[in-house]
């Protein structure tokens, strides 16, 4: 079955960039009809959908999010990557990437959190000087 796998640096100050990546294994990122997201959950907080990359590579984001996230991927290591710019301690969350089959892009642009079918385990990322 698939799995994913979070990794990247758990600490992060204020004003620059966190890049996180997402390594699968047990199928590949280009499959039809799967949509790959990054998910986050604030100390205290509900899950919040950050975005996606699609199978075919098109990318979706969070409206509340849009200006600073980035998602892409590499084929050829089967992962995929985010990148949230100009963070702020209120960014301080668990990161998860989770995957979704879907036949259209629309379900997956709603963000709905209930509709992933595998995650990650997280990983935890602090903002601060």
């Known amino acids: 079955q698939v799995q994913l796998q979070e990794s990247g640096p758990g600490l992060v100050k204020p004003s620059q960039t966190l890049s996180l990546t997402c390594t699968v294994s047990?199928?590949?990122?280009?499959?039809?009809?799967?949509?790959w997201s990054w998910i986050r959950q604030p100390p205290g907080k509900g899950l919040e959908w950050i975005g996606y990359i699609a199978y075919s590579g098109s990318t979706y984001y969070s409206p509340s999010l849009k200006s600073r996230t980035s998602i892409s991927r590499d084929t050829s290591k089967n992962q995929f990557t985010l990148q949230l710019s100009s963070v702020t301690p209120e960014d301080t969350a668990v990161y998860y990437c989770?995957?979704?089959?879907?036949?259209?892009?629309?379900?997956?642009?709603?963000?709905?959190?209930?509709?992933?079918?595998?995650w990650g385990q997280g990983t935890q990322v602090t903002v601060s000087s």
């Open positions: 989770a995957t979704a089959w879907a036949y259209s892009d629309y379900g997956p642009r709603l963000g709905s959190i209930n509709s992933y079918d595998y």
């Open positions: 047990g199928g590949s990122i280009t499959t039809n009809y799967y949509y």
